[in-house]
């Protein structure tokens, strides 16, 4: 089988994105893995310039042939602390498309940008692939008493993750 390889345009959020964004999460979540989440369970996701923006953080949005095929966020949550939120790609653009990595790679960029040196995520137990995709891109497994206070936990995670960053402080 040959790989698959699009050009995917990744950007930060903007306000018409949200409804496809809204679309394309809440899909993944109660359609692909039947979580019990709805889109007002989510109001980060109809606010995204104050939940994550107004603290410095940053969601950005991917997008393919005009329609929204992936998302990611940071949610700043301490001086050099993150929170990796709503990374979320749609069934025909996983594996070897590369998208996944990508949006990865712009959220490590930000990050680095901004010194942070720790990244925290929480997943839910179903989402193996996203387990072995974390594992593969630097992230652990940690217990959840090993969170910061300020980590924003969601009721249906259950596996929590880290991430130390290896960058050199710039004077």
């Not at 390889?5 to 018409?16: L, M, S, T, V």
């Not at 949550?77 to 070897?96: N, P, T, W």
């Not at 790679?105 to 072995?132: C, S």
Request: aromatic share 10%.
């Amino acid at each position: 089988m040959s790989e698959r390889r699009f050009d995917y345009g990744i950007k930060p959020w903007q306000p018409a994105d949200r409804d496809e964004v809204i679309v394309l999460i809440s899909g993944i979540q109660r359609g692909e893995f039947g979580l019990p989440i709805t889109a007002s369970d989510q109001p980060d996701l109809t606010d995204i310039a104050q939940f994550y923006r107004a603290g410095g953080g940053e969601f950005w949005v991917a997008r393919h042939g005009g329609s929204v095929v992936g998302t990611i966020a940071a949610l700043k949550i301490g001086e050099d602390i993150a929170a990796l939120r709503k990374m979320f790609v749609a069934r025909e653009h996983r594996g070897a498309s590369g998208l996944a990595a990508s949006l990865m790679q712009t959220l490590v960029g930000w990050a680095e940008d901004r010194d942070i040196r720790t990244i925290f995520l929480g997943t839910t137990a179903v989402m193996g692939a996203a387990h072995r995709f974390y594992e593969r891109h630097g992230f652990v497994s940690i217990d959840p008493r090993e969170l910061p206070a300020s980590f924003p936990r969601m009721e249906v995670d259950t596996r929590f993750y880290r991430r130390h960053l290896n960058w050199v402080h710039r004077c």
